[in-house]
């Protein structure tokens, strides 16, 4: 069965202080990697998707990694409005194409 | 003009009713999918639905029972509900293997 296991639970971070999300994942043929961003009381919002090993994607503070077996979410020089808890997803290649999402991480920027 | 709406957005109801939750959306992608989202923010499929066909139905009590009357539309409706079916329920829509779009979530208490 596909697994998603991300870390840490929660990051309190200083405004400007860069940190790092881990996502690691096992699945039976990666067709993709997700991250989404959900805010309190709101459906979970797309960031990135990463097709293959070494690839990357970027948005703004966020730089989206992806390696044979995770994903990192670097966020540099963070703001307050980045706080959200971040979701990432694999969607395997199986015939149905089915998505399985982790815990997240919930992030908190202090000013 | 809203991605994916779905209604209501609060549904508070006792034990035993029968409730339904709809959702649509207007970007013409051809997958649908209902997730359940427990209070620890666990993402988990129920069903997926492509061109109106039934593709993914997770192991979800017969309860349960989406419709799709055409491509556009994704309703959940609930039998019998019991305490534990208190959760957020979103709608979501997808193309291909690129990243979903959420509905706002309906959040469900049963008492």
């Known amino acids: 069965e596909d697994q998603v296991t991300q870390s840490p639970e929660a990051l309190r971070l200083q405004e400007g202080e860069s940190s790092s999300l881990n996502c690691s994942y096992t699945?039976?043929?990666?067709?993709?990697l997700f991250w989404y961003r959900q805010d309190p009381g709101k459906g979970p919002e797309f960031l990135f998707t990463l097709y293959s090993a070494g690839e990357e994607k970027e948005k703004e503070r966020l730089k989206a990694t992806l390696t044979k077996k995770e994903s990192f979410l670097h966020i540099t020089a963070p703001k307050p409005e980045d706080s959200a808890t971040y979701l990432c997803a694999v969607m395997n290649s199986g015939g149905y194409q089915k998505v399985t999402f982790g815990t997240g991480t919930k992030l908190q920027v202090i000013p | 003009d809203t991605a994916v709406s779905q209604t209501p957005k609060y549904l508070v109801t006792q034990m035993g009713n029968d409730k339904s939750i709809k959702c649509e959306q207007n970007l013409g992608h051809d997958t649908m999918y209902w997730y359940k989202q427990d209070s620890k923010k666990f993402l988990k499929i129920m069903f997926s639905?492509?061109?109106?066909?039934?593709?993914i139905n997770e192991t979800v009590p017969n309860r349960f029972s989406p419709k799709s009357p055409d491509k556009a539309h994704l309703n959940l409706h609930i039998n019998s509900l019991e305490l534990g079916d208190s959760a957020v329920y979103f709608c979501?829509?997808?193309?291909?293997?690129?990243?979903?779009?959420f509905g706002s979530g309906t959040r469900l208490t049963v008492v």
């Open positions: 979501a829509s997808s193309q291909y293997n690129y990243g979903y779009t």
């Open positions: 639905y492509n061109n109106k066909e039934l593709i």
């Open positions: 699945v039976s043929g990666l067709r993709g």
